[in-house]
């Protein structure tokens, strides 16, 4: 059994969960990244330490899920943190989103979330340090032109966040949302055109995109042990976009 926290998190590979990895290795922490589509970012994270263990797992997936589980626990004995950050997204207006579409996008932004909650709840709420947390966007909360499955399957992470949060306190388990904002090096930032960037940059007070280590700042606090007062809550991390 390690002597730090041991942490899962999901779509760790890249973008703000590489970040958040990142972070809790530097810290001194074990993890286990999960990706499912991402075998570039697997293979480049340059982290060799037998702190991290990289996993492919779908999180729509029950029983990919309760694997996952079964493998961090053999791997470092125990289970502290979960950091649900595994997202897709599939973009088209409404009228014009097909079901595939739709169903696949809740299948691992919305259900994934639940489906890994529920097979690491018991090891974490037998952590004297348990926490979960989850990512959410700024999409959930404000809705976005063009990404209807991807906005509805945030905004039900709000929901899902805070039904834990109550489930589990009596275990002094912490559940709580980060909603970040445009964020480089993500999403539809990552290959996006100067000018779109640009035009997205305009719409945000502090007039630039996020990046993914100040999103992995305020996962990591809400990790801490200081924060174990805090639990339901949303911390968001958009610039002043969502105000």
């Known amino acids: 059994m390690t002597n730090g926290p041991v942490a899962i998190v999901t779509g760790g590979t890249r973008g703000i969960g590489r970040a958040v990895c990142e972070r809790l290795l530097a810290d001194g922490w074990s993890v286990m990244a999960t990706y499912l589509s991402d075998d570039k970012g697997a293979a480049r994270f340059t982290e060799t330490s037998d702190r991290l263990a990289v996993r492919r797992s779908d999180v729509g997936v029950s029983s990919d899920c309760r694997e996952t589980v079964e493998a961090v626990l053999e791997c470092f004995g125990q289970l502290d943190h979960l950091v649900s950050a595994a997202a897709i997204s599939r973009d088209a207006p409404a009228l014009n989103l097909v079901d595939e579409d739709w169903d696949a996008v809740l299948a691992t932004n919305l259900t994934g979330a639940f489906r890994i909650a529920r097979a690491a709840m018991a090891s974490i709420t037998a952590s004297p ?33 805070r039904t834990l949060a109550r489930e589990l306190a009596s275990s002094g388990t912490t559940v709580n949302l980060v909603v970040p904002g445009p964020t480089a090096e993500t999403g539809m930032t990552a290959e996006a055109s100067p000018a779109f960037v640009q035009a997205i940059e305009r719409k945000i007070p502090l007039g630039r995109l996020g990046r993914p280590e100040e999103v992995a700042h ?25 105000m």
């Open 218 to 242: 305020a996962v990591r606090w809400l990790l801490d042990d200081l924060s174990s007062f805090v639990t339901g809550s949303t911390v968001t991390v958009d610039g002043g976009l969502s």
């Open 129 to 161: 340090r348990g926490r979960i947390v989850t990512l959410s966007s700024v999409a959930g909360s404000m809705g976005n032109a063009g990404q209807v499955a991807y906005a509805s399957a945030k905004a039900g992470l709000i929901g899902l966040t």
